[in-house]
């Protein structure tokens, strides 16, 4: 999509080469973010909150796929609808509401850092994961 990005102008994110010593620890959610990177091929971006890490996986621009760390275990957003029964279009709306929190950080500061042996982006913003814990919790 490089050639279209030029055309209609996409922004280019910008990463800095080492993470930032005044974001939020991700050092306790690193070993399940390392799980995550083995079993993806696609990006992470990382978003540290204080009791938990959100993973927005691949490019959440074109299609919003995340998951999230808590007290020590992965979630994901199926498995949060399907324990919220949720139909089709209520997913959907979920869906589209984090995507366009995502979409409002984009002007947001973001480092990279290497977590089981794969290059993260780590996005620190507590407007962000404030955003995304509402969202999913309103869900």
């Excluded at 609808?81 to 500061?109: I, N, T």
């Excluded at 977590?115 to 620190?124: N, Q, R």
């Amino acid at each position: 999509m490089g050639f279209l990005d030029k055309i209609f102008g996409a922004k280019k994110q910008t990463f800095h080469s080492s993470v930032n010593p005044g974001i939020p620890e991700v050092k306790s959610t690193n070993a399940l973010i390392g799980e995550l990177s083995e079993q993806l091929s696609e990006p992470l971006e990382v978003v540290p909150d204080d009791d938990c890490a959100f993973v927005f996986i691949g490019n959440p621009r074109q299609e919003l796929n995340m998951a999230w760390i808590e007290k020590g275990n992965i979630h994901n957003l199926q498995n949060l609808a399907d324990s919220k029964g949720m139909g089709q279009d209520q997913f959907a709306g979920m869906v589209d509401k984090l995507k366009e929190a995502y979409q409002r950080s984009e002007d947001h500061q973001r480092f990279t850092s290497n977590i089981g042996g794969k290059e993260v982006v780590i996005t620190p913003s507590f407007a962000l994961a404030g955003e995304v814990k509402q969202i999913i919790a309103d869900s």
